[in-house]
């Protein structure tokens, strides 16, 4: 069984910072790619941003363009989602989710990853 959590939200005003931490734990066999998507009020799932297993490839969706950065970290299948310049719209439940790679590349649809955190709330204020 593969476990996601994810840490870092929290509270912030327009225009300031979050760094988000998501780390895939338990029976991981191997170096997942992962990937970050959110989910509004009354709104479907979204994606956010993906990293490809070894971070050669990272996708964003155009509202986050410029703004949020995904990396991996020194941690084994460990990735950060570092967001500026956030606005009141980036408010949502974030959620992480983790695969083994059958591609090189970034993975941008939810259906790919069978392994899903339970999410951290980021709220920005105006």
């Known amino acids: 069984q593969v476990q996601v959590a994810e840490s870092g939200g929290g509270l912030v005003q327009a225009g300031g910072s979050l760094r988000l931490s998501c780390a895939a734990s338990g029976r991981t066999f191997g170096v997942y790619a992962m990937g970050w998507f959110r989910q509004a009020p009354g709104r479907e799932r979204q994606f956010v941003a993906a990293?490809?297993?070894?971070?050669?490839?990272?996708s964003y969706d155009d509202t986050v363009k410029g703004r949020f950065t995904i990396s991996r970290d020194n941690a084994p299948n460990t990735v950060l989602l570092q967001m500026d310049s956030l606005k009141p719209e980036d408010t949502a439940i974030y959620y992480c989710?983790?695969?083994?790679?059958?591609?090189?590349?970034?993975?941008?649809?939810?259906?790919?990853?069978?392994?899903w955190g339970q999410g951290t709330q980021v709220t920005v204020s105006s």
């Open positions: 989710a983790a695969a083994l790679p059958r591609t090189p590349d970034a993975l941008v649809e939810a259906t790919d990853y069978p392994y």
């Open positions: 990293i490809s297993w070894n971070g050669g490839r990272t």
